[in-house]
């Protein structure tokens, strides 16, 4: 893939220009791109406003906020789990809680696309990525069949063969 920025340029914009992303998947696994993509929150604290939970301090833009929409990092209160396994209650019986920092919330209404769809374009962009990696995997994997048939034939002739051998020496 070549892409239209310049390196000088990138460097200048962002201060690390982007990596050969032809190879991302290879390097860091699709399962690390497939959640780089989807945990972009809202930082003010960085230059684009943005920061990534996987990949922290991240100098790449939010480029699917208008789709995902406004992703903040928020705080829940969370059961606390006894040692018994179960959740702590009190002495009248209602669950005891504590907060608990850094989970995800989009904000409703803020992006073009809803959870469900957003994913699914990530999962899409990931594939294209893990496809882009190693395009010849598919091929692959086709001749791959191929040479497992071979073998079994290969070793059902031989086999047969060493039998037939076999019954010069009885
Ligand atoms: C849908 C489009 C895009 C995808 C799928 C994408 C994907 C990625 C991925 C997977 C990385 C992490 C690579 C790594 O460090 O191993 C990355 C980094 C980066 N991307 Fe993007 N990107 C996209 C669009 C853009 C755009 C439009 C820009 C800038 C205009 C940009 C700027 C950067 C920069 C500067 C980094 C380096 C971040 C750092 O090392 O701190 N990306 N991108």
Redesign the pocket.
């Known amino acids: 893939m070549t892409g239209s920025?310049s390196k000088d340029s990138?460097v200048e914009?962002?201060?690390?220009?982007?990596?050969d992303?032809t190879l991302?998947s290879r390097?860091?696994g699709d399962d690390w791109?497939y959640t780089?993509?989807r945990t972009f929150y809202e930082d003010s604290s960085k230059q684009y406003g943005v920061n990534n939970l996987v990949?922290p301090?991240?100098?790449?833009?939010n480029?699917?906020a208008a789709l995902q929409g406004n992703q903040q990092l928020t705080c829940k209160q969370v059961p606390i789990i006894a040692n018994n396994g179960g959740e702590k209650r009190d002495n009248s019986g209602n669950p005891v809680t504590k907060e608990k920092c850094g989970f995800l919330n989009v904000e409703e209404g803020t992006g073009s696309l809803n959870q469900e769809e957003f994913d699914e374009l990530i999962y899409d962009?990931t594939n294209f990525?893990t496809y882009v990696g190693d395009p010849d995997k598919v091929e692959r994997e086709r001749i791959g069949w191929y040479v497992v048939f071979f073998f079994i034939i290969f070793t059902t002739l031989s086999s047969l063969l060493y039998r037939e051998y076999q019954k010069d020496y009885h």
Not at 13 to 19: H, M
């Open positions: 920025m990138s914009w962002f201060g690390v220009a982007p990596p992303l991302v390097v860091r791109v780089y993509l990949y301090g991240a100098a790449m833009p480029v699917l962009l990525l």
